[in-house]
């Protein structure tokens, strides 16, 4: 029962306290500490609260991790150079052709940040002092390939502190839930043993966060106050700084048209599909698999959504689309209905057919699953204990 997830427990600590004594007890506990910085309001917590307990142990500068990738708002880069020019901060500023995501396209499913082969169609320009290579860094590595390479072993024990916060998602909650003792420091990987990651401001809410930037006088991301003049206000968990062209992210393809036109003008040219996300990425052509054919079922028109990909990308859809059947087979007993969710797994074959379409290269999209089998149960009015029951 080792991963067992454990229930929420309250105390009587607030969050902030809270932190400074898991950032205090990381800096007793490892030789280096480096803060993963993104401008996001999450690492811009995790950032000031890190340098508060690095001067009171009088560990600077802060050795800071900032992953440039490139079609970035350009108010965020005017926030990290900001964070930049602090004394007490050593910011390590990579550019570096890092795979990512294409959700725009199925022909074209990846695009490599600060392609070389692609110089003319760069969204920016190279910040000045940017790190453009490292010796273990090859084209085409995801950043969770390349972490454990950053830094060496005769770096000595290493903490990489993050702004994983688990109000966003149930799966980041369970990413830390799952440890009884020292539930915000995990093991990085099995090749970098000497690494950790740290998630110090996991149990804060985006509120708490936004507090703290207003009672302490914390400088922040004025993308964040260009998001609140639109659609997005006050929507903190939708308000996300993140690479534009992935599953989720394409669906705030429309605030760089509108708030930052002339770098919207290059992103248009920069990856395959981006004008039809941009129009489409809210309907339900993106998020569902309603223009099927009617002389198909779901479970078939799955195949014919499988073979849009290109033979590698296939086979990684496919494969994700095998786990989450797996997932259904483990739970419940009763086959994948065409349409009706099953209200204990949550899976159907509509269901998975929009799951597809989206390219969930990752397996992401298990709170997809989890959120329409709780409607399913809503709409029977019956309770999970009673689903499991009937279903499984």
Known sequence: MANKIRKKSYTDTNVFDATIERIRYIYDSFDKVIVSFSGGKDSTAVLNMTLAVAKEKNRLPLDVVFFDEEAVHPTTIEYVERTRQ??????????????????????????????????????????????????????????????????????????????????????RYQVIARKKNDAFIQAKSECANNQYRAFPIYDWSSQDVWLAVH?????????????????????????????????????????????????WHKMLNRVEGVATAWRYANTELYSNANDKPENMTYQEYLNVILDSYDFDSQKDVRSTIAKYISMHTKKSKQ?????????????????????????????????????????????????????????S
């Not at 700084?241 to 036109?261: D, M, N, Q, S």
């Not at 929009?354 to 019956?382: C, H, N, P, W, Y």
């Open 86 to 171: 602090n004394p007490d901060i050593r910011l390590h500023w990579y550019c570096l052709e890092f795979k990512h995501r294409n959700a725009c396209s199925n022909e074209e499913p990846f695009w490599y940040t600060w392609d070389n082969d692609k110089k003319d169609l760069w969204v920016r320009e190279l910040p000045d002092n940017a790190i453009t290579e490292h010796p273990k860094f090859k084209k085409g590595m995801s950043f969770q390939e390349f972490s454990p390479f950053l830094y060496e072993r005769k770096d000595g024990k290493i903490a990489m502190l993050t702004g994983i916060r688990t109000e966003e998602s149930m799966r």
């Open 215 to 263: 009672k302490l006088g914390w400088d922040y991301n004025k993308t964040y106050d260009i998001f609140n003049q639109t659609r997005l206000y006050g929507k903190f968990l939708t308000q996300r700084v993140c690479p534009p062209f992935g599953e989720e992210p394409i669906r705030g393809l429309w605030v760089y048209a509108e708030c930052f036109p002339e770098m």
């Open 335 to 391: 086959p994948i209905g065409d349409e009706e969710c099953n209200p204990v797994t949550g899976v159907s074959w509509k269901l998975l057919c929009r799951v597809a379409m989206r390219g969930d290269f990752k397996g992401r999209q298990s709170s997809v699953f989890q959120a329409s089998a709780t409607r399913e149960r809503e709409k029977l009015g019956i309770t999970l204990e009673e689903a499991i029951k009937l279903y």
